[in-house]
């Protein structure tokens, strides 16, 4: 089955640009998709579709796609920004969705 | 007000049956995939199961299948998880979310999450 890759843990410094990346264990193309969960709630997206960002989401929030690596960039990082972010996607061979294994964000 | 609330969650034996459920309101249900998503304590997402608009196509990650069954009923908005045969490693918050898709490409992705249900397995 199809795995996604993410660094546990990421640390950051208030008005930094945080990166957190998932790596995909194969070279075909699937779009990438990013939620962001804080403790004790529910997942959110912020970024779809490799680099589009839903409704309400900060520009501050932006992603990439290239090779067999996706990444969420973070700019400006805030304090409210702390929580775990994970990647997705929709493994077509099997019609089963992949989710990451979480990235902890951090801000020092 | 667009959202998902999640029910029917709490503490079984192992062996035992749940059913979960999961009501919509703000948007016309009967047009979307839904799915369940599982997160055990302290651990990352796990997707559980998905079903398209009429119920007649359904997939589940191999570790619940012949075990869970998704459903659902348009005309009250809501969606269902069957759950039978619990394991203790059953025990995590059910999330259920709202499937979207990317245009062109068709890849699935999930633009509205509830609250979700804490399923607790444990003799």
């Known amino acids: 089955s199809y795995v996604l890759t993410q660094p546990p843990s990421v640390s950051v410094a208030p008005g930094q640009t945080a990166r957190m990346t998932c790596g995909g264990d194969n070279d075909e193309y699937k779009s990438v998709h990013w939620y962001q969960q804080k403790p004790g709630q529910a997942p959110v997206l912020v970024v779809y579709d490799d680099s589009d960002r839903p409704s309400g989401i900060p520009e501050r929030f932006s992603g990439s796609n290239s090779g067999n690596t996706a990444t969420l960039t973070i700019s400006r990082v805030e304090a409210g920004d702390e929580a775990d972010y994970y990647c997705q996607v929709w493994d077509t061979s099997s019609d089963h969705v992949v989710f990451g294994g979480g990235t902890k964000l951090t801000v020092l | 007000e667009v959202q998902l609330v999640e029910s029917g969650g709490g503490l079984v034996q192992p062996g035992g049956s749940l059913r979960l459920s999961c009501e919509a309101s703000?948007?016309?249900?009967?047009?979307?995939?839904m799915t369940w998503v599982r997160q055990a304590p302290g651990k990352g997402l796990e997707w559980v199961a998905n079903?398209?608009?009429?119920?007649?196509?359904?997939d589940y990650v191999d570790s619940v299948k012949g075990r869970f069954s998704i459903s659902r009923d348009n005309a009250k908005s809501s969606v269902y998880l069957q759950m039978n045969s619990l394991r203790v490693e059953d025990t995590a918050v059910f999330y259920c979310?709202?499937?979207?898709?990317?245009?062109?490409?068709?890849?699935?992705?999930?633009?509205?999450w509830g609250r979700g249900t804490l399923v607790t397995v444990s003799s």
């Open positions: 979310a709202r499937v979207e898709w990317t245009t062109p490409g068709f890849f699935l992705y999930f633009d509205l």
């Open positions: 703000g948007f016309t249900f009967s047009n979307y995939w």
């Open positions: 079903i398209n608009q009429d119920g007649s196509d359904k």
